[in-house]
């Protein structure tokens, strides 16, 4: 697996690693009182430990002399889990090689597919268009598949996936920093991994029962794909959770170095995630395309990804809340003890958390929208009215609007105007026969090809990180540490930024390389501004009504024309849908804007959400400022600021869908969804790299590093907060385009809409269907209005039911951390070698994750089939129609609330408003009652409803060809709707089973705990009452917190007269409240000012 380097001193300073991992040293005294932490902790990267100074530190323990806590600890080291000390690892390096090679030879592969030296490979028919296949009732006419293209998608995706395996060696190579931070590491990594493990195991059933039914309802391409997109997602989240559990210990490493040094380890950290996400989902998608050669059909890749990523949402957001709940509310606002500090059982489980949550849930998700915009917008492109070879439906699509406007011909018999018309004199055959490159097939190309201009700007857009060396001299400084934030902000977004620009290049590549004047696209015969035009029959505006017949009908020719005539003009078709298309040589520029508006729309909401939840403007200032009331204050303060959050993001939402929709319709909308994310490779990373710097910093605090560590990973840990929340709105904002497109998709296969065959028929049988029989959506009946109702209703059941089972778990977390530091001799003091059990803890989150994923599960995964099944397919849409809107403001509204409230108790940390109101103060405790709150907001319910609007959509479409148009069939739904409430009843009555059990298990654990109180305090020799002179007046103590040593004569003298062994009272008698006294001084300057 890995190889272990040997210890040894490195030039330059840094941690390394000992040979021998159960022993340290401890600074001189010299180094101690030149500003230390506790005395004796190290201050710089040479005072780490190294394996010379291993007898040293022995001879100093046998002898009682003096240590610093990170020596004592590091006394107790399990040799057992120091299993990550390797600077390399041969799983990689094997995984580096076979990318390259695949590279190699699909690169070959791709040159023998672009000049057609591979047989019919080239020339693959899409199966959805296949004439007699009842697969699918929407029916276009048959198109290639762009091989070409999606070949290429797929060598570049391989080729992104062996340079994220060459991040990932880089990171390896890191420094793993002391052994008890590889023991941390290793206990956090296990835990995520078993967590993942027994998820996924879970999963794997449910998905395979999915893929049966699939296959019988539907057809087996569209259950395979299922599987597919299922696999590929679990595999980018375990991908990006290993090399994260990896690299949070080298940044803790790292962060000795500085801001520069342990960023650039995180964001590369991140890096593998963000590039995983799109070069697994390209790759995936591409690879779905070319096995099962039906676009549709990938239709269930989007579906399965949508499971996966709803059920590790959930999951994992109710697993790290749990514990992050249960840790803050017991550690740090009832045992006034630090975040992460080693004493407090939840703490390791609170790591793993960030983990199974934020890094293997969150992959999950955005792997899911970006999948789902190129199948949406791959989807869609394959029914434009842009035909293979197929003269007579584009000039019957050239003339829909006739029939739009003035409706079908009456007598003889009802027929369609456009088909009339293009019949006549056989006006069809001046229509071009369009190849390959100039069809559906390069409208379905181009998401993929984006997707792959994405891919290569995300390689360029995180090779290197700039950081301003000032940044670190303004976290040294009290006064100009608020520029922290803003300006490693600044250096993520440089790169993001730069992306962007690489996108619009390559998409301007693309959208005029694809259908400029100098392509097979704008070659055709009325394609081009000035090429051959083709015959179009135009109604005469200059009459008040048009569609009134210009002459009567006669025997031979019984129809009446509307008032017209026949021009020379360009091609500009009318879709099923009703939109009319602009001229085919306007084609390149609008798709260009389209990409632009969604790439537009990326960057503005991912600033409004800056604005919101970093600490460095007012909304989160003034949740902090509300502390000073009270946690009642900050709530109110932290929900109002959320609600108004959604205003701009809604905003900038709509006016991307009307001009995407004036573009170039629901394609537009649906291409701007993919140019959003076209950069999410490099948005990621500065989303992912956010929980690896939270783990860095709790294992800076468990290993007891210096301060200024715990710091620089504070620092970290702050910016991702935000670029966490950027990350939700961008989420957010996409999910609405996404699902808008597949709901579409949606509509084309309810059998709502006439499709292009029944439109056009051919030359030789009659068409089916008339454009003006397309069925209306009506809020006027009845089943649809109720069903817009559930719709509305269920984002917030959905999300009520995420957040009461994070409470349930947390309160679970509750009682086990109360119940270990009941137990445990000398947890809570902080004795030598006493250590909780976070296994335990582990456990219990993981448990009640994977219980309680049930619920949430199950009302998203029936909520379409009972409302389709039940009220038919047009209930259904209304239905999802508001779940879309519903799910869209309500998660931006939880996702921006949560992280303001975060930050707002990490500003109040840093002592903005006073060191007397930063930690542990009442202050600070009433901002952790908020964070609390927004916890369950913004890591668990929120995010998780972007993924509801879209699972419950792809759910709707790969079973819509199943339901009938109305009620007919609501039996089923009832039956199902049987069974969603026995799921329920019986979840109900298991959790009061549970709830019962735990109170009894608690009441016997009091009572436990107070007998042996009780007979303890019948034995101990107590030291006599604390007496204080009434002459006297409380005032500031000169003994600063966390200066006394543990075990030290004045710490057992202070502990003697009943002040806590580790959080000491801020005042003793003697001295006035007037007297004021900076404890951000060293302790030696402080007790020189006292004696003076």
Request: charged share 15%; aromatic share 8%; with cysteine.
């Amino acid at each position: 697996m890995e190889t272990a380097t040997e210890g040894g001193r490195r030039d330059g300073g840094g941690v390394q690693n000992v040979s021998s991992p159960s022993t340290v040293v401890a600074p001189s005294a010299e180094t101690a009182a030149g500003g230390g932490y506790y005395g004796y902790v190290p201050v710089s990267p040479d005072d780490y430990p190294y394996a010379e100074d291993v007898d040293a530190a022995v001879a100093a323990d046998e002898a009682g002399g003096p240590m610093s806590p990170g020596a004592r600890e590091t006394l107790y080291v399990n040799e057992r889990m120091l299993r990550d000390r390797g600077r390399t690892s041969k799983r990689l390096l094997v995984g580096a090689a076979f990318f390259l090679v695949s590279f190699l030879v699909l690169l070959i592969w791709l040159i023998l597919i672009a000049t057609c030296k591979t047989g019919d490979l080239c020339r693959l028919l899409d199966r959805s268009t296949v004439i007699g296949d009842r697969d699918y009732r929407f029916k276009t006419f048959e198109f290639l598949l762009p091989s070409v293209y999606v070949w290429a998608a797929m060598t570049v995706s391989v080729a992104g996936m062996a340079v994220a395996t060459f991040h990932a060696l880089k990171v390896i190579r890191e420094d793993v920093g002391t052994p008890r931070m590889v023991e941390l590491a290793t206990a956090i990594r296990q835990g995520s991994t078993a967590f993942l493990s027994e998820e996924y195991r879970y999963l794997f059933l449910l998905c395979l029962g999915v893929f049966v039914l699939l296959g019988i309802g539907t057809n087996w391409r569209l259950a395979g794909c299922y599987v597919m997109g299922a696999l590929l997602s679990a595999v980018t989240g375990a991908a990006g959770m290993a090399i994260a559990t990896r690299g949070n210990v080298r940044t803790a490493a790292a962060a000795h170095q500085g801001l520069a040094a342990a960023l650039g380890v995180a964001f590369r950290s991140g890096t593998v995630m963000g590039l995983s996400v799109v070069c697994i989902g390209l790759g995936g998608v591409a690879a779905a395309y070319l096995m099962f050669q039906d676009v549709r059909a990938l239709a269930g890749f989007s579906a399965g990804a949508s499971t996966i990523a709803l059920f590790a949402r959930v999951a994992g957001g109710i697993f790290t809340k749990a514990a992050d709940v249960g840790a803050d509310l017991v550690g740090k606002v009832e045992s006034s003890i630090p975040e992460d500090d080693p004493r407090n059982p939840a703490t390791i489980a609170d790591n793993v958390g960030d983990n199974v949550g934020d890094v293997a849930g969150m992959g999950a998700d955005l792997f899911e929208s970006f999948v789902g915009s190129i199948i949406s917008t791959a989807i869609l492109g394959g029914g434009l009215p842009y035909f293979y070879r197929s003269p007579l439906a584009m000039c019957v699509f050239n003339h829909l609007h006739i029939d739009r406007q003035c409706g079908p011909a009456g007598y003889p018999e009802t027929l369609s105007y456009a088909r009339y018309i293009c019949f006549q004199n056989d006006r069809y055959l001046d229509y071009p026969t369009s190849t390959t490159w100039a069809s559906n097939s390069i409208f379905v190309a181009l998401p993929f090809m984006l997707a792959a201009v994405g891919v290569l700007a995300c390689i360029v857009g995180t090779v290197g990180l700039r950081v301003s060396s000032s940044l670190d001299e303004d976290l040294n400084d009290p006064k100009q540490r608020s520029r922290v934030t803003g300006g490693l902000l600044w250096s993520l977004r440089a790169n993001v930024l730069l992306t962007a620009v690489l996108v619009l290049l390559g998409a301007v590549g693309l959208c005029w390389g694809f259908f400029g004047g100098n392509s097979h696209f704008q070659a055709q015969s009325g394609f081009s501004k000035n090429g051959s035009p083709v015959p179009v029959f135009e109604l005469d505006t200059s009459v008040a009504n048009p569609c009134r017949g210009q002459y009567e009908a006669d025997p031979a020719d019984p129809v009446m024309l509307p008032q017209g005539q026949i021009v020379e003009g360009v091609y500009k078709p009318t879709t099923v849908l009703g939109f009319q298309h602009g001229a085919a040589h306007q084609t390149p520029w609008r798709l260009f804007l389209c990409i632009l508006i969604g790439l537009s729309l990326g960057l503005a909401i991912g600033w409004v959400t800056e604005y919101f939840t970093s600490a460095a403007y007012g909304p989160t200032q003034g949740i902090a400022s509300a502390g000073a009331f009270g946690a009642g204050a900050v709530m109110l303060q932290g929900l109002g600021v959320g609600m108004l959050s959604t205003l701009m993001p809604l905003a900038f939402v709509v006016a991307a869908i009307l001009s995407a929709y004036a573009l170039f319709g629901p394609y537009g909308i649906a291409l701007a969804a993919v140019g959003m994310l076209s950069t999410l490779g490099v948005t990621m990373a500065t989303d992912a790299y956010g929980p690896v710097a939270d783990n860095a910093g709790g294992i800076a605090e468990m290993a007891k590093l210096p301060p200024s560590v715990r710091e620089t990973t504070d620092a970290l840990d702050a910016l991702g907060n935000t670029t966490a929340a950027t990350g939700k709105g961008f989420s957010n904002g996409s999910a609405v385009l996404t699902a808008y497109a597949l709901l579409t998709a949606l509509l084309q296969d309810s059998g709502e809409l006439p499709s292009p065959r029944a439109l056009v028929g051919s030359p030789f049988e009659p068409a089916t269907a008339l454009i003006n029989q397309l069925r209306v959506v009506s809020l006027l009946d009845p089943y649809v209005l109720v069903s817009v109702l559930v719709g509305v209703m269920l984002p917030f059941l959905f999300g009520a039911f995420v957040i009461l089972a994070v409470s349930r778990a947390a309160q679970a977390m509750i009682a086990e951390v109360r119940h270990q530091f009941r137990v445990i001799d000398g947890l809570r003091a902080g004795a030598i070698g006493v250590r909780p059990d976070h296994v335990r803890c582990v456990g219990i989150a993981t448990r009640a994750a994977l219980f309680e994923m049930i619920l949430p599960g199950t009302i998203a995964f029936m909520s379409p089939l009972i409302v389709g099944f039940g009220f038919g397919q047009r209930a259904l849409m209304g239905m999802l129609l508001a779940a879309i809107a519903s799910s869209f403001v309500l998660g931006t509204m939880m996702s921006n609330a949560g992280g303001s409230f975060d930050n707002a108790k990490k500003l109040v940390e840093t002592g903005e408003f006073g060191t007397r109101h930063a930690k542990s103060s009442e202050w600070h405790k009433a901002t952790v009652a908020g964070d609390t709150l927004g916890d369950g907001m913004k890591d668990a319910a929120g995010p998780s409803l972007n993924i509801l609007q879209k699972l419950m959509t792809s759910i709707g479409l790969v079973t819509i060809g199943l339901m009938n148009a109305d009620q007919e069939d609501g039996w089923i739904g009832a039956i199902l709707l049987g069974v969603t409430l026995l799921v329920v009843a019986l979840f109900g009555m298991w959790n009061i089973k549970l709830n019962r059990d735990h109170r009894r298990a608690a009441a016997a654990a009091a009572a436990e705990h107070a007998a042996k109180e009780t007979a303890r305090a019948e034995t101990e020799i107590k030291a006599p009452p604390k007496m204080v002179s009434p002459f006297f007046e409380d005032g500031r103590s000169i003994v600063a917190p966390d200066v006394v040593i543990p075990g030290s004569q004045l710490h057992e003298a202070l502990h003697a007269v009943g002040m806590p062994r580790h959080a000491f009272a801020d005042t003793l008698p003697g001295l006035s409240d007037r007297d004021e006294v900076d404890f951000s001084r060293s302790p030696a300057r402080l007790m020189d000012g006292a004696a003076r």
